[in-house]
């Protein structure tokens, strides 16, 4: 099995610091830009899964990158350049303490809280009746508090973050604004493709006191894909929807009895289950991209990372 990338610890030149996320390892160099690795760990219910995927970081760097080259037109981003394929450079922003989640379905954790009996998320009032994957009139906007490293995101009104002092009225203005419009041109793109983008994420920060578009966009583990095909007939029949996206290995793991909750144990992830959700990584790059994926060399990845961003940091 190919080899996948779960940990590094890089000493990149002018690198003042290095923070690791749950699934990429961001370097602080010269407090100017940022150096993110996007590795193979994979994180669910907040937790990270003891073994990485292959090409995953790869598939998640890659989508990103040509994302946010999509949307420049919609607002200013952080992508300086991708000088390996798991590794995007970019400007230092100030980043906002949310996720702006925009959702154009009822499903994931929403339906969840949905079908328990909830009828608000994040200030927003549900009329009864839905049903799960039904869509909603418009798309809404539920954002979460970014949770540090070991913590639970938790959902916020537009209210409580003006409250908090999270972000000004105008800047939440301005960060609703985006965030719509870059669904609808990630729906657009996804249109093309055959596929739906149900649901996806965004983070913002400042730069220059400017709002800019960080992170990723429109990837497997920020946003959930539904197959066009079918959709239709598989909501009227109350069947599953024939999805792309992380949603599977959580579905995986819950079926496995692993929420996240105090005392659960994650099941075993064998090679097979390993290969599985590589494979399903992949099928999404393609799909979505319309490109053939191209398997970077998994033999001295941490090698070829240090290389190829040394060279970038002396250009």
Same mark, same amino acid.
């Given at each position: 099995?190919?080899?996948?990338?779960?940990?590094?610890?890089?000493?990149?030149?002018?690198? %003042?610091?290095?923070?690791?996320?749950?699934?990429?390892?961001?370097?602080?160099?010269?407090?100017?830009?940022?150096?993110?690795?996007?590795?193979?760990?994979?994180?669910?219910?907040?937790?990270?899964?003891?073994?990485?995927?292959?090409?995953?970081?790869?598939?998640?760097?890659?989508?990103?990158?040509?994302?946010?080259?999509?949307?420049?037109?919609?607002?200013?981003?952080?992508?300086?350049?991708?000088?390996?394929?798991?590794?995007?450079?970019?400007?230092?922003?100030?980043?906002?303490?949310?996720?702006?989640?925009?959702?154009?379905?009822?499903?994931?954790?929403?339906?969840?809280?949905?079908?328990?009996?909830?009828?608000?998320?994040?200030?927003?009032?549900?009329?009864?009746?839905?049903?799960?994957?039904?869509?909603?009139?418009?798309?809404?906007?539920?954002?979460?508090?970014?949770?540090?490293?070991?913590?639970?995101?938790?959902?916020?009104?537009?209210?409580?973050?003006?409250?908090?002092?999270?972000?000004?009225?105008?800047?939440?203005?301005?960060?609703?604004?985006?965030?719509?419009?870059?669904?609808?041109?990630?729906?657009?793109?996804?249109?093309?493709?055959?596929?739906?983008?149900?649901?996806?994420?965004?983070?913002?920060? %400042?730069?220059?006191?400017?709002?800019?578009?960080?992170?990723?966009?429109?990837?497997?583990?920020?946003?959930?894909?539904?197959?066009?095909?079918?959709?239709?007939?598989?909501?009227?029949?109350?069947?599953?929807?024939?999805?792309?996206?992380?949603?599977?290995?959580?579905?995986?793991?819950?079926?496995?009895?692993?929420?996240? %909750?105090?005392?659960?144990?994650?099941?075993?992830?064998?090679?097979?289950?390993?290969?599985?959700?590589?494979?399903?990584?992949?099928?999404?790059?393609?799909?979505?991209?319309?490109?053939?994926?191209? %398997?970077?060399?998994?033999?001295?990845?941490?090698?070829?990372?240090?290389?190829?961003?040394?060279?970038?940091?002396?250009?």
């Amino acid at each position: 099995m190919s080899k996948a990338l779960v940990q590094t610890e890089y000493n990149f030149r002018n690198q %003042k610091s290095v923070y690791h996320g749950k699934v990429r390892d961001v370097y602080n160099i010269d407090n100017r830009q940022l150096v993110m690795v996007a590795t193979d760990r994979i994180s669910a219910f907040d937790v990270i899964l003891p073994e990485g995927i292959p090409y995953k970081g790869q598939v998640l760097n890659q989508i990103a990158a040509k994302f946010l080259d999509a949307t420049t037109d919609i607002c200013p981003n952080w992508k300086l350049a991708v000088p390996d394929p798991m590794v995007t450079a970019g400007i230092m922003c100030q980043g906002f303490p949310l996720e702006m989640i925009v959702r154009g379905y009822l499903c994931g954790s929403a339906w969840r809280a949905y079908n328990a009996g909830q009828r608000e998320i994040c200030g927003i009032a549900l009329p009864d009746g839905m049903r799960e994957n039904e869509k909603f009139p418009v798309p809404l906007i539920t954002p979460t508090t970014k949770a540090e490293y070991g913590e639970h995101d938790a959902d916020i009104s537009k209210a409580e973050i003006l409250e908090r002092g999270l972000a000004t009225p105008e800047e939440y203005a301005l960060l609703e604004q985006y965030s719509l419009a870059l669904f609808r041109r990630g729906t657009e793109i996804a249109a093309r493709r055959g596929l739906i983008l149900v649901d996806t994420k965004y983070e913002f920060g %400042k730069a220059d006191g400017r709002i800019v578009l960080m992170d990723e966009i429109h990837t497997p583990d920020s946003s959930r894909y539904f197959y066009s095909e079918g959709y239709e007939e598989k909501f009227r029949a109350g069947e599953p929807q024939r999805q792309l996206s992380k949603e599977f290995v959580r579905e995986w793991l819950m079926q496995n009895g692993f929420q996240g %909750k105090e005392g659960q144990q994650v099941p075993e992830m064998t090679p097979a289950i390993v290969e599985s959700i590589s494979n399903r990584y992949i099928e999404l790059y393609e799909h979505l991209t319309g490109e053939a994926f191209v %398997k970077g060399d998994t033999d001295g990845l941490l090698k070829r990372i240090e290389d190829n961003v040394n060279q970038y940091l002396a250009e």
